[in-house]
């Protein structure tokens, strides 16, 4: 008989209308970068400056999302919506239609991830993966940060920091052998 791990660990989801505005922009722009993260769902119609195009801007917007996505792992209390020129005039100009598309995607985080939705869980997971294993799993704190992306994406970012498509939270039982993948490499 295994003994249930007695580490502690938690798996918090969240999302990220920064996160998401970049991505957007990225889009909108069609921003050359090396990222492998998948193309946003159903692309909001953003308004561009005359001039800005994704071949100018690729530096600089990729400075954006590595600032914004750092401040996402720290927790940060606030994180800048607005990047520097000249994406800013993008964020700021359509800046109610990018909250209207975030938002309406962190709804479907919200529906996807309901604990009520006779989906596996991650604790029934965890401790399943121990008993058949015979390997405890040690503590672990993860944060999961849901992007508006095309897809089943996973995408860790550091060991206890992870990028995943709505499309992956939708199909739980391959979002929870993911995670537990992850935590036992």
Known sequence: M?????????VVLGYSHPLAFALAVR?????????EIPPVVRRPTLATPPG?????????????????????????PSIPLVPAEPLAPIVED?????HRWSSAHKREVARVSNPFRNAP???????EHERQSGIRI???RLQVTALPVTGSFFH????????????????RAEYVRRVIAHVTS
């Open 138 to 140: 040690g503590g672990f």
């Open 27 to 35: 889009d909108a722009l069609d921003v050359p970068c090396a990222l």
């Open 52 to 76: 800005v195009t994704g071949e100018h801007v690729p530096d600089l917007w990729q400075h954006w999302w590595e600032t914004t996505l750092s401040l996402t792992r720290d927790d940060a």
């Open 2 to 10: 295994v003994s249930m791990s007695s580490a502690p660990w938690t």
């Open 94 to 98: 359509n800046l109610q239609t990018l």
């Open 156 to 171: 860790p970012t550091t060991n206890d920091h992870i990028l995943v498509s709505v499309d992956l939270l939708a199909d």
């Open 121 to 127: 869980r991650m604790r029934d997971a965890v401790h």
